[in-house]
């Protein structure tokens, strides 16, 4: 039977969850309520389904027939939105009943709602670089681009759902999941109809979806660019150097043994 494999990014999600559940576990109990439950069940029943069914797809992704891999890429769309939707929930840092009894508590609480929501966009762009890995491994490059491109789009809608559209189902916050279409897909292409259309009388719904997706857009490109670091060369070093020593050094001609 072959040995299961944890990639490394799984392990560092999994530590970084139980950092951020211990914290929440301490506060709770010096505290003595639970008023930021919510975030634990946005973290588990929205966003940790997205880095588990990437790692799956991630897996076994070579094995799959196009239906199951295309099924599977699906799921992980409809979760997706889930994860850097956890933004929005700096709204809460100031609404916990313990506040008046602690006035100091906010400074805490906007930490702990902070850390909750930075760990569910991490999750969320690392599932989105294995995705992207996967796509240009099967397809190509621009085709890759092109699909994330297309997620990201469909996450800014996501996001409209999951904070201001209220579900039937009342799971977690009671706003919409967007991976209930599942459950009722009649009735949430209903809601979301009725609340986008016609466009001119839902102004304000097209504006929050538009700030979501260019408000994300900068959080990639800023991840992106911290990554990128690592691979930037000392500028200074070969500001003053001579062009050919700069080409033979880049192209590592010339170099000690």
Not at 8 to 30: C, E, G, H
Request: aromatic share 16%; glycine share 6%; with cysteine.
């Amino acid at each position: 039977m072959e040995k299961l494999k944890i990639p490394s990014y799984l392990r560092v999600t999994i530590i970084l969850t139980l950092v951020n559940l211990a914290i929440m576990v301490i506060r709770n109990i010096y505290v003595g309520e639970h008023y930021f439950g919510f975030l634990r069940s946005n973290l588990f029943i929205g966003s940790f389904p997205t880095i588990i069914i990437a790692w799956v797809i991630d897996m076994y992704h070579k094995k799959m027939g196009k239906l199951l891999f295309w099924f599977a890429v699906a799921l992980w769309v409809l979760f997706y939105p889930n994860a850097p939707y956890m933004i929005s929930d700096l709204i809460h840092n100031a609404q916990s009943p313990a506040n008046q009894k602690y006035p100091d508590l906010i400074k805490y609480d906007t930490l702990i709602i902070f850390s909750f929501a930075m760990l569910s966009v991490f999750i969320g762009f690392l599932s989105l670089k294995v995705i992207f890995r996967i796509f240009v491994e099967k397809f190509s490059k621009r085709f890759a681009q092109a699909f994330i491109t297309i997620t990201i789009i469909l996450s800014c809608l996501g996001f409209y759902m999951g904070r201001e559209l209220l579900s039937a189902i009342k799971l977690g916050n009671g706003y919409l999941y967007s991976w209930e279409i599942f459950l009722e897909p009649g009735q949430i292409i209903k809601i979301v109809w009725q609340a986008l259309f016609p466009p001119q009388d839902h102004v304000p719904a097209y504006l929050m979806m538009l700030l979501f997706g260019v408000i994300q857009y900068m959080l990639l490109i800023m991840f992106k660019d911290v990554n990128d670091v690592e691979n930037i060369t000392n500028i200074s070093e070969d500001k003053d150097a001579a062009p050919d020593a700069t080409i033979s050094r880049r192209a590592g001609v010339g170099a000690k043994a």
